[in-house]
């Protein structure tokens, strides 16, 4: 089939003829409207007119970044690695997964359920909600897809197989080099240069050598581990949730990369939120919240992942009896360090590139008033450099909590 970029107005035309919609609709009549906040893509929503509970979402990759506008190419074939990626997830974890209803590679694009009782998290945290199962969720999510895409459960040929089908996902992982970790330390086209221009800490920042250089470290971490199947944007823009249910969305970024890159990326916009309400609203009460879930996210995380370990005696990496009890567990301590402290360098630069760099996040560079947007941006910085300077001693999680607690 050749590509077409759809629109509200040929929606219809297109998807009235696929026989799994024509199952899901009946005979019904159809409005579509088009919902899309993200940076990449298009996002529509089809609806009958006669049961607005039965709807379905409509995502479509164009050849263009949406957020920088036409003149960005960029390859849809992003919309296949989405697609298979979802697809892998929802076989580990099919309630923590939007179910996939139609799915066309020529076309770059899905159709999938729709998620009506759910809030993207960015937006609840920045409402001051609180999701009493989020912690619980996001955790087995993480230690499911981290731990099964890996080497410490798949045999090798399988591992090998992953990584060819992934990394050719290069076009996305380019963006993730240049935006988390390059262009938003540097003059660059592409940054908030309304800000840089005036901003003695853009400054500051880009002249910052021990920085930029342990960042330098974090990407070639990025460019050349190979640890696992990553989702590759988990922050809080790709997680929808209520207090009941938590769905994570739009893996379009997956490759086979990191373990802490996940990890680092949904901590950071936890941070994010902290900031946010550090300064805006100052609720202490809500601070803490987060910073119990950062807390418990990484100990579950943990937790769920060497659960999962103990039950896998044979993998490409180990074989059963290769080392004795004692030598195996000291070697998973170690282990998970690493993937701890990997997760908080990430969780620094992440936080970092939302400052300057092209993309800000809607709980910092959003404050409309410029001298808290000020005070966030410092504060941001303050934790950013905190994590990246110091992930590789962080020894375990109440260091983490105190490096963002004692930033302000
Ligand atoms: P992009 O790839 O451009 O970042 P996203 O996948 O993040 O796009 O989707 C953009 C927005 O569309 C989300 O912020 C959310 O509001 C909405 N959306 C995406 N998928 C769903 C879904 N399955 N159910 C409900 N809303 C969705
Ligand atoms: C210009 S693309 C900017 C960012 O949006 C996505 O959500 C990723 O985080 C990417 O880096
Ligand atoms: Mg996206």
């Known amino acids: 089939m050749q590509y077409k970029e759809l629109n509200v107005d040929s929606m219809l035309g297109f998807i009235q003829n696929l026989e799994t919609i024509k199952k899901y609709f009946g005979s019904d009549e159809l409005s579509v409207a088009e919902i899309g906040d993200g940076n990449l893509n298009y996002v529509y929503i089809v609806k ?72 993207i998290m960015r937006k609840g945290l920045i409402e001051k909600d609180t999701y009493p199962k989020f912690s619980e969720h996001i955790s087995t999510y993480l230690a499911s897809t981290l731990f099964y895409t890996s080497s410490l459960y798949l045999q090798s040929d399988k591992k090998r197989e992953l990584i060819d089908e992934f990394n050719k996902n290069t076009q996305l992982c380019k963006l993730s080099e240049d935006f988390v970790f390059t262009t938003a330390y540097m003059e660059h086209d592409t940054n908030d240069n309304e800000n840089v221009n005036l901003n003695p800490h853009a400054k500051r920042l880009f002249e910052d050598m021990e920085f930029k250089s342990k960042i330098l470290n974090l990407k070639y ?23 009941d249910e938590t769905y994570v969305i739009d893996p379009e970024f997956a490759f086979v990369g990191a373990f802490g890159f996940d990890i680092g990326a949904l901590v950071a916009n936890l941070v994010n939120s902290y900031i946010h309400h550090s300064v805006v609203t100052k609720n202490e009460e809500f601070k803490n919240y987060l910073l119990k879930t950062i807390k418990d996210v990484l100990e579950l995380f943990e937790i769920k992942f060497l659960e999962l370990w103990a039950n896998q005696k044979e993998s490409a990496l180990l074989v059963d009896g290769f080392l004795d009890e004692v030598s195996l567990d000291n070697f998973k301590l170690e282990f998970m360090k690493n993937i701890l402290r990997d997760s908080i360098g990430f969780a620094g630069a992440k936080i970092a590139r939302r400052v300057f760099g092209v993309a800000g996040v809607e709980e910092i560079r959003g404050i409309k008033d410029k ?34 607690k004692n930033a302000g």
């Open 221 to 243: 971490k990025f460019m050349t581990q190979t640890d696992c199947l990553v989702h590759g944007d988990l922050h809080t823009g790709s997680i929808m949730l209520n207090k």
């Open 371 to 404: 001298k808290l947007r000020g005070e966030a941006e410092v504060l941001a910085l303050k934790i950013a450099r905190e994590f990246v300077m110091k992930y590789g001693k962080i020894d375990n999680i109440d260091e983490i909590l105190e490096i963002i």
């Open 48 to 119: 009958s007119l006669q049961n607005p509970k039965k709807a379905l979402i409509v995502k479509q990759a164009v050849e263009y970044l949406r957020c920088v506008g036409e003149e960005y190419a960029l390859s849809r074939e992003r919309m296949s690695f989405e697609i298979r990626a979802l697809k892998i997830f929802y076989e580990y974890l099919p309630s923590f997964v939007p179910k996939i209803y139609y799915e066309n590679e020529d076309m770059s694009l899905v159709i999938m359920q729709y998620l009506d009782e759910h809030i």
